[in-house]
C-alpha cells in the first residue's frame, strides 16, 4: 500500500513539476512581450517626433524660399524706388541726398529771416529688416 501511495505521489509531483515548467515558460514570454512593446512605443514616439521636426523644417525652408523669391527682390525694387535714379555708387546717393537738404534750407530761408531755418525731416526710408518684421507681425508667414 505504501508503494501505491509512492507511485501517486511521483505522479503528482511529476505533473506539478510540468504545470510548473509551462508556466514559467508562459510568464517569461510575456515579460519578453511587454519590454518589447514598450521599446516599440519608446520608437514610434520617437518616430512621431522626428515627423513633427521635418514638417516644421518644411515650413521653415517654405518661409525661406518665399523670403528669397518673392521679399528680397521686393526689398530691392523697393530700394530702387527710393535711391536717386541717376546715382549710382554710395558716395553718389550720399551728395544727392546732402544736395536736396541744402536745396531745402534755401528754400526755407527767405522765407523766414527771424528764424533759423530748419532741416525738412526727410522721410524715413524702411530698411529690410523693418520690412520684414512688419510682414511677420502681420502673420503673412
Not at 505522479?11 to 508562459?26: E, P, Q, R, S
Not at 527771424?114 to 507681425?137: H, M, R
Request: hydrophobic share 35%; no cysteine.
Amino acid at each position: 500500500m505504501q508503494s501505491v501511495k509512492k507511485e501517486g505521489f511521483a505522479k503528482y509531483f511529476v505533473i506539478f513539476g510540468i504545470i510548473t515548467a509551462l508556466l514559467m515558460v508562459k510568464v517569461y514570454l510575456a515579460n519578453e512581450i511587454y519590454y518589447t512593446s514598450r521599446d516599440i512605443q519608446k520608437l514610434s514616439m520617437k518616430i512621431n517626433a522626428l515627423k513633427e521636426e521635418r514638417n516644421i523644417l518644411k515650413l521653415k525652408i517654405e518661409k525661406l524660399k518665399y523670403k528669397n523669391t518673392i521679399i528680397d527682390p521686393l526689398s530691392t525694387y523697393i530700394e530702387q524706388i527710393n535711391t536717386p535714379k541717376d546715382a549710382h555708387s554710395a558716395e553718389e546717393i550720399e551728395t544727392a541726398q546732402e544736395s536736396q537738404e541744402t536745396e531745402s534750407n534755401q528754400e526755407a530761408a527767405p522765407k523766414t529771416e527771424k528764424q533759423p531755418s530748419k532741416p525738412k525731416p526727410a522721410k524715413k526710408k524702411k530698411s529690410t529688416k523693418e520690412l520684414f518684421k512688419k510682414i511677420e507681425d502681420e502673420g503673412m508667414f
